[in-house]
């Protein structure tokens, strides 16, 4: 699958931002999805995934209460809500989707996901 995200700018601290991912060549109810981030020169971070029959959902620490993920299996799009941002969630956000289709659990792995979007790039300022 090819999976492209949008929707990254520049935010106040406190507040709110929705980021989009497109999906296309594959039946998106099929595969889990996740959002990570990373700041330059780190390690790339577990955001959140759900799992592709929608019965799960896992969120990193940082971001639990603050952020939903969502998807429409019909539009072939994922979202990330976030709220209450902070100036550390800034970051440059991917989407990706699992390795394999009907994978049992959500992973919280960067090597659990193949496909990767291009990225979009949140700033939160103080």
């Known amino acids: 699958v090819q999976l492209q995200a949008s929707g990254g700018g520049l935010v106040q601290a406190g507040g709110s931002l929705r980021l989009s991912c497109a999906v296309s060549?594959?039946?998106?109810?099929?595969?889990?999805l996740g959002w990570f981030r990373q700041i330059p020169g780190q390690e790339r971070e577990f955001v959140a995934a759900n799992k592709w029959n929608g019965d799960s959902t896992v969120y990193g620490d940082s971001v639990k209460g603050r952020f939903t993920i969502s998807r429409d299996n019909a539009q072939k799009m994922v979202y990330l809500q976030m709220s209450s941002l902070k100036p550390e969630d800034t970051a440059v956000y991917y989407c990706?989707?699992?390795?394999?289709?009907?994978?049992?659990?959500?992973?919280?792995?960067?090597?659990?996901?193949?496909?990767w979007g291009q990225g979009t790039l949140v700033t939160v300022s103080s």
């Open positions: 990706a989707a699992d390795r394999t289709r009907w994978t049992p659990v959500v992973s919280t792995r960067v090597g659990s996901y193949a496909s």
């Open positions: 060549g594959g039946p998106l109810n099929t595969y889990n």
